[in-house]
């Protein structure tokens, strides 16, 4: 089974609006943290946002903010007033702390949205 | 200059070759990995390194073989490079973390062909 799932493939959205990237994880992992990161199309890996398992309010980072679902294992990225240099591909990804402390590491990623912002 | 520097950025090569992607960061990480990125699809972890004296292998590690030649330096072997790795690779850094938050920073990627 995957263990991250984003059901997006691609979205077209107008200029100014919000979007919503949609994310799904599975672990039995009690501590886990999950990541978005975006990758225009030059291809480089650009950190955006981070939420802990155990954070009790959503991550913020400017006009980024994570829909935090815990029961629903969901963890959905929002973008306020989208621009046009937010069109990239955009990748949930998820670490098990259990596994990192000395055992396994790594980030798990989905396969990505395409996200196209027009004008 | 970049924190995370790989080295080559593009490289087109044939099949058979042996290969040897480079990594250099300046960040003072402890951690570092090496993931493949194939078109449409995310990154998949191939190896990754706690220290320079821990190595340890990722999902997709058939094929590839790394070093860690020094806190700051971590490469990419392809002893014998055959078409289906052609792919974006990527090299990354982390620190130790006390919860997990610590975000993983990329480098730009090397993009290589295998004909």
């Known amino acids: 089974a995957q263990k991250i799932t984003q059901t997006q493939p691609g979205m077209f959205v107008q200029e100014k609006e919000a979007v919503t990237l949609d994310c799904t994880y599975d672990?039995?992992?009690?501590?886990?943290?999950l990541f978005w990161y975006k990758q225009p199309s030059s291809g480089e890996m650009i950190f955006l946002i981070y939420?802990?398992?155990?954070?009790?309010q959503n991550a913020t980072e400017g006009r980024y903010s994570l829909n935090f679902q815990k029961a629903r294992k969901s963890a959905n990225l929002v973008i306020s007033a989208s621009q046009l240099g937010d069109s990239a591909m955009y990748f949930c990804?998820?670490?098990?702390?259990?596994?990192?402390?000395?055992?396994?590491?790594?980030?798990?990623f989905g396969k990505g949205t395409h996200l196209i912002i027009q004008p | 200059d970049a924190d995370v520097t790989q080295t080559p950025r593009n490289r087109i090569t044939k099949t058979g070759k042996r290969i040897m992607l480079e990594c250099s960061q300046t960040?003072?990480?402890?951690?570092m990995y090496w993931y493949r990125q194939d078109p449409g699809l995310g990154l998949q972890l191939i190896y990754y390194?706690?220290?320079?004296?821990?190595?340890n292998k990722g999902e997709i590690s058939d094929g590839y073989s790394v070093s860690r030649q020094a806190q700051a330096k971590f490469s990419l072997s392809l002893e014998s490079a055959i078409p289906n790795q052609t792919a974006l690779y990527f090299c990354?850094?982390?620190?130790?973390?006390?919860?997990?938050?610590?975000?993983?920073?990329f480098g730009d990627g090397t993009r290589l062909s295998i004909l």
């Open positions: 672990t039995s992992d009690p501590s886990y943290g």
């Open positions: 960040k003072g990480h402890d951690r």
């Open positions: 990804a998820m670490r098990e702390n259990s596994n990192s402390g000395g055992g396994a590491d790594g980030l798990t």
């Open positions: 990354a850094t982390s620190d130790l973390f006390p919860g997990g938050g610590q975000p993983q920073h």
């Open positions: 390194s706690f220290d320079v004296k821990d190595i």
């Open positions: 939420q802990g398992s155990y954070d009790q």
